[in-house]
């Protein structure tokens, strides 16, 4: 206990911990945050994502300070925030909907919260900076209510970043913005980022984000967090069927563990045999749970192999680890099946492929030109492959009893 | 082309202007232009101008003095028997404004605290006090009412950016609550002005109707019409019109301008 202390404050003087929320719950209204725990380190970016109403935003602007938490806490760099007002937290936040003072030009605006904090001189100098920086040298002057939806969250970003805030919330700041205009933002973002050193916890309904911004990524839902984990490992390895099906995972079923080695497990699903090599110790650790019970058989203790009790487990593969072909051929992924094409969806520049394997529909992604070169069409046999690697075993809470998305 | 309900509607609400046009101004056609000028510039009629321009300012300030926390507490805080203080606070407007004189009345005046403020030397009715406190209340819930809306409109993300980037709630408030709600609190102050020099019922009850000490233009109006002086009802009539078109057309000019949403 005393060195798990000790690591504890270690890590908070070192700046390891930045922002710490432990078992945060607050009450508002109909929503509700449940027992948060969150850490985030000095210049990460995390992200945080969730169906509309998981309480993303209530959790950013109860870490501001504009809801009070009915328990835990809210510490920044070891200090506890609980009974610290907004304004004196040096967290700063930019949200969707246009939130700069109308009453202002841009120029008032960013330099609204410096006059709090710097000379004249200072600010003059501060954002003559950040507006090279932001590209809005040119507006400076400009009446808010003018500006382009771009130009605008440019500047709530400089008005935020110019009081030196130890933290910026974003909320889903590039909704309102075209796809272009998003892109510009999500490039400037990262190079804030590197020049400031800042730290961000921003909230979002774009993939895109992520991929382009995010350390890590929290996924909400009933104002409690699902996973927090690395990107890769949010959409390769979901933690529970929630999660999957809220990231896009759409290979998800339900089989039997039937064998267990060292590098790869056996899954029953419906007659067909699949390989996967991730996940192996849970899968090992969910069939030692198992052992007591009289259908457990070790039969091959020699060899680091053992024959499990068929413990029941949920596995997704992404679409698009799917690979098509018209023949068996030689290659490293352990899965080949061969199924029936059941349908096409066509989608842009893609059509989404239902395989039809005994029963088990599953959904592979094909370029049109693929799809041409493959001759896919409904009705059609086609051998589908995919690694065991990326066969993910999800739903590690167990919780695979309630809707179990069956395909 | 324009559809048969568009047209419809349009066709009722230029017939009912009309009629209350008619109505209004069928009361400038009644004096002749020399009684008039004669009531206007009669030493009551000018004691009744600015006894109410007085009172009324006074009373004005006050509601906005005291509506502006009102309102802005019923639109951002939460707290307990909330739905019971609106209810509370917006019933005079529901009942008869004589009702609000009446109560006052029996409030202030002996049966109340009058006795106990005769005692500290404290005269509240029959005075311009009393036209003051009649009219303060009779204006306040409209004020409140309009003040809550405004506040309501105002996004609170703009408060809370503000303190996010180190201001206090006083100087939120201050800097960004009040000068976003500039419009309208401009409209509250127009419209409590307009309802104080209008308020009559309230006015001759607290006010104790006393020529020229407490008639104001409403009740003025009354006790000359109820003494057969036509010409000084009239124009102290036409002149409560006017100023309440002056204060109509202001707030309309002004409530155009952009709100903040």
């Known amino acids: 206990m005393i060195i798990l202390k000790i690591i504890k404050t270690l890590r908070v003087v070192s700046g390891f911990m930045y922002l710490e929320i432990e078992n945060l719950s607050v009450q508002l209204g109909e929503f509700h945050l449940k027992d948060i725990n969150l850490t985030i380190k000095e210049g990460e970016y995390l992200i945080l994502i969730g169906p509309t109403g998981s309480g993303k935003s209530v959790l950013l602007e109860t870490i501001i300070g504009f809801y009070a938490p009915d328990k835990g806490n809210i510490k920044l760099k070891g200090r506890n925030l609980n009974d610290i007002p907004p304004e004196e937290r040096g967290i700063g936040i930019v949200y969707q909907d246009n939130t700069l003072f109308p009453n202002m030009n841009v120029y008032d605006n960013i330099a609204y919260g410096a006059k709090k904090k710097f000379s004249s001189e200072q600010i003059e100098k501060k954002i003559a900076e950040i507006a090279e920086t932001m590209r809005i040298k040119h507006i400076l002057h400009r009446n808010v209510t ?139 650790k969910i069939s030692n749970e198992n052992e007591d019970t009289e259908d457990f058989k070790d039969i091959n203790k020699n060899t680091n192999r053992k024959d499990v009790n068929k413990s029941k487990v949920l596995i997704a593969i992404r679409p698009e680890n799917i690979i098509f072909s018209n023949a068996k051929f030689e290659s490293s992924a352990k899965n080949q099946l061969k199924g029936k094409i059941s349908e096409i969806l066509e989608s842009g520049p893609t059509s989404l492929v239902n395989v039809d394997v005994d029963g088990c529909i599953f959904k592979g992604l094909l370029t049109k030109s693929s799809a041409e070169i493959l001759e896919v069409k409904k009705g059609k046999e086609i051998y589908i492959s995919f690694k065991s690697l990326n066969v993910s075993v999800i739903d590690k809470y167990g919780s695979f009893n309630s809707d179990i998305k069956k395909e | 082309m324009r559809s048969k309900f568009e047209l419809i509607f349009i066709g009722i609400t230029i017939a009912i202007t009309a009629i209350f046009f008619v109505v209004i101004g069928s009361m400038f056609l009644i004096p002749s232009f020399e009684g008039f000028i004669n009531a206007l510039f009669s030493e009551q009629l000018i004691f009744a101008i600015s006894l109410t321009l007085t009172t009324s300012l006074i009373a004005a300030s006050l509601v906005i003095i005291c509506c502006i926390p009102m309102a802005y507490t019923l639109s951002r805080y939460e707290f307990p028997l909330k739905a019971l203080f609106k209810i509370i606070i917006d019933l005079p407007m ?62 609170p993300r703009y408060e809370f950016v503000s303190r996010s980037l180190g201001h206090s709630e006083v100087s939120t408030f201050l800097n960004i609550t009040l000068p976003l709600s500039k419009n309208g609190l401009f409209a509250t102050g127009v419209i409590a002005l307009s309802r104080c020099i209008g308020t009559f019922a309230s006015v001759l009850f607290v006010g104790g109707g006393i020529l020229m000490k407490t008639d104001t233009l409403a009740v003025s109006m009354y006790l000359n019409l109820s003494t057969g002086d036509i010409d000084m009802a009239i124009t102290a009539g036409i002149l409560l019109v006017i100023i309440s078109f002056i204060t109509i057309a202001i707030m309309e000019k002004y409530a155009k301008e952009n709100y903040i949403h």
């Open chain 1, 146 to 284: 003018t500006l382009s939806g771009g130009e605008a969250q440019r500047t709530a970003l400089a008005r935020a970043l110019i009081v030196e805030p130890k933290i910026i919330l974003m909320d889903e700041p590039f909704s309102a913005l075209d796809i272009s205009t998003q892109a510009k933002l999500t490039s400037l973002i990262k190079e804030i980022g590197m020049k400031y050193k800042t730290t961000f916890l921003h909230v979002t309904h774009n993939f895109n984000d992520i991929w382009s911004l995010a350390n890590r990524v929290g996924v909400m839902k009933d104002g409690k967090i699902h996973q927090l984990d690395t990107s890769i490992n949010v959409f390769s390895r979901p933690e529970n069927n929630f999660v999957a099906d809220f990231v896009g995972v759409q290979n998800i079923f339900e089989g039997k563990i039937i064998e267990i080695s060292l590098e790869t497990a056996k899954i029953e699903l419906n007659n067909k045999v699949i390989i996967t090599s991730s996940d192996i110790s849970y899968l090992s």
């Open chain 2, 94 to 155: 529901a009942f008869p404004e004589i009702v609000i004189g009446i109560a006052l009345l029996m409030f202030l005046g002996s049966n109340g605290i009058g006795n106990y403020l005769d005692f500290l030397g404290i005269q509240l009715v029959f005075n311009s006090t009393g036209i003051i406190i009649a009219q303060f209340f009779v204006a306040l819930p409209y004020a409140v009412r309009m003040l809550y809306s405004t506040f309501n409109y105002i996004n």
